[in-house]
């Protein structure tokens, strides 16, 4: 299935959570993010100038909208929510 956001939306799959550290240390569920705040570009919308699809971004914490597509989750943020590149 292939979903072209509108507008100034941007579609995101999220990085998955850490399940430990460098070190080797599990790390609890109730230790992680609420939500992962890293991502990367999917698809974009016709308006949207500063990211391209493939980039790895930094966005706001809250305001996306959450969406399963054939099992896979991804986000649909504002343009404006997307905080960084990496």
């Known amino acids: 299935m292939k979903i072209q ?37 999917i698809a974009i919308g016709e308006k949207v100038n500063t990211v391209k699809v493939g980039q790895k971004v930094v966005f706001a914490k809250y305001g996306p909208v959450e969406l399963t597509l054939e099992g896979q989750e991804y986000l649909i943020v504002k343009e404006e929510d997307i905080l960084a590149t990496l």
């Open 5 to 41: 956001p509108l507008f100034d939306k941007v579609l995101i799959q999220p990085q998955k959570a850490e399940e430990k550290t460098a070190s080797g240390i599990f790390i609890p569920d109730t230790a992680k993010q609420d939500k992962p705040q890293f991502g990367e570009v």
